[in-house]
C-alpha cells in the first residue's frame, strides 16, 4: 500500500499516549504523531531516557507538543498514578514490551512478559477508558506481533513456574494482546462506545529486543529501521480506512490472528482474570 506517515490527517487538538516511547518503534511512533499536530506523551519507566527522548524530539520538531510521563508497566500502582495524571487521550498507542530471559517477576508478582506487555496494558487501557470515552473516535493501539501464533494460554500455569521459555512466554503475552484488542472491540460495539481497537504486527524490527536477544547477529541485514517499524502503528492510529478488530502487519496487510487468537471463549477468561488480577473493571463497557 501506498502509505506514509506523510499520509496522517492533521492531529492539531488530539492528544496522544505512547508507552514505550523512549526507544524503537515507539519513538518514530511518538516523533510523527508530534509532528502532525498531536499533543503526546511520551510513556516510559525511566526519567532520564523518557525526558532525553522528549528533548529529542523537541530538537526534531521545533514546537512539538510533548511531555515525559512516568510509567512502569510492570508495577499497577505507577500504572494507576500515571493515568489518573492523564488530560485527555484520543490515541492510547500500547506499544511498550519485554522479552526477558530468564523468568522475572513485576512487582505484583506476575511473569514478567505477561505483567508487562498485557496486564499492564489492560490495566492502562481500562483506567484510560473513561478519558478515550469522552473523545470522539478515539482510538486503542495494541501492538502485538506474529509471534503470538506460538502462543499458548493455560490458566492453570499464568505464572510461569513450570515450564517457563523466553519465547513461549513472550509468544503468549502477544497472543494476550491480540485477546484483549479483539474483546475490547466486541465490548465497546456492544454497548456503542464510540471506540476503535485495532493492533499491529510491526514486522522484524531492528530495536533493542531484538539487540538484547539471540538474533542480534540479523541487525541491519533482514531487519527494518525502527521508523519503518512504526509505520503499521501510525496507520492503525489515524488512518479513515480502520476499523475495529483490525490486525495490521508490515506493507499494512490485514493479518488474520491465530485461530487462538480469534477464540471468543478464551477472550472472556483471560478478560475476567485479567479484571480479578489487576483490579480493573471497565464499567463503561461492562457486559450486563
Ligand atoms: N522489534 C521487533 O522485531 C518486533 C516485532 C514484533 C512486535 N514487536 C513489538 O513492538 C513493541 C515495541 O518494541 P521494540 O521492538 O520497539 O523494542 P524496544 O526498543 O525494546 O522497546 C520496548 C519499549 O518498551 C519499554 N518497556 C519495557 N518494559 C517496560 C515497563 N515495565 N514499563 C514501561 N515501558 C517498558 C522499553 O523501555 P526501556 O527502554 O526502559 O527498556 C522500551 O521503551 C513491543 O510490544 C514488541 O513486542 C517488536
Redesign the pocket.
Given at each position: 500500500m501506498n502509505w506514509t506517515p506523510d499520509s496522517m490527517p492533521g492531529l492539531t487538538g488530539k492528544a496522544a499516549v505512547v508507552?514505550?516511547?523512549?526507544?524503537?518503534?515507539?519513538?518514530p511512533t511518538a516523533l510523527e504523531l508530534a509532528k502532525h499536530g498531536a499533543h503526546v506523551v511520551v510513556?516510559?519507566?525511566?526519567p532520564e531516557?523518557g525526558k532525553a527522548t522528549v528533548a529529542q524530539i523537541q530538537r526534531d520538531v521545533p514546537g512539538a507538543q510533548v511531555e515525559y510521563g512516568h510509567?512502569?508497566?510492570?508495577?499497577l500502582a505507577?500504572v494507576r498514578e500515571f493515568a489518573a495524571g492523564v488530560g485527555t487521550v484520543d490515541l492510547l498507542i500500547?506499544?511498550?514490551?519485554?522479552?526477558t530471559g530468564a523468568r522475572q517477576e513485576?512487582k505484583d508478582g506476575f511473569e514478567m512478559q505477561f505483567g508487562?506487555?498485557h496486564l499492564?496494558h489492560f490495566a492502562l487501557t481500562g483506567l484510560l477508558l473513561p478519558k478515550l470515552l469522552a473523545r470522539p473516535g478515539a482510538r486503542v493501539v495494541t501492538?502485538?506481533?506474529?509471534?503470538h501464533a506460538a502462543g499458548k494460554l493455560d490458566f492453570d500455569n499464568l505464572d510461569l513456574k513450570h515450564g517457563y521459555g523466553r519465547f513461549s512466554a513472550?509468544g503468549r503475552?502477544?497472543l494476550a494482546?491480540l485477546l484483549f484488542m479483539l474483546e475490547l472491540k466486541r465490548r465497546a460495539e456492544k454497548a456503542g462506545a464510540d471506540l476503535i481497537s485495532v493492533a499491529t504486527?510491526?514486522?522484524?524490527?531492528?530495536?533493542?529486543?531484538?539487540?538484547?536477544g539471540p538474533f542480534q547477529f540479523l541487525m541491519g541485514i533482514f531487519?527494518k529501521s525502527?521508523a519503518a517499524?512504526a509505520v503499521p502503528s501510525l496507520y492503525a492510529a489515524t488512518s479513515p480506512d480502520i476499523r475495529g478488530g483490525e490486525f495490521i502487519g508490515p506493507k499494512l496487510k490485514r493479518l488474520t490472528p491465530s485461530q487462538a487468537a480469534r477464540s471468543e471463549e478464551l477472550a472472556g477468561r483471560l478478560w475476567n482474570v485479567s479484571t480479578e488480577l489487576t483490579g480493573v473493571t471497565f464499567n463503561e463497557i461492562a457486559y450486563s
Open positions: 508507552t514505550g516511547a523512549n526507544s524503537g518503534i515507539g519513538m510513556a516510559a519507566r525511566s531516557r510509567l512502569d508497566l510492570a508495577d505507577s500500547n506499544n511498550a514490551g519485554v522479552l513485576t508487562t506487555n499492564g501492538v502485538s506481533s506474529d509471534a513472550y503475552s502477544k494482546n504486527h510491526p514486522g522484524v524490527t531492528a530495536t533493542n529486543i531484538v539487540k538484547l531487519m525502527a517499524g
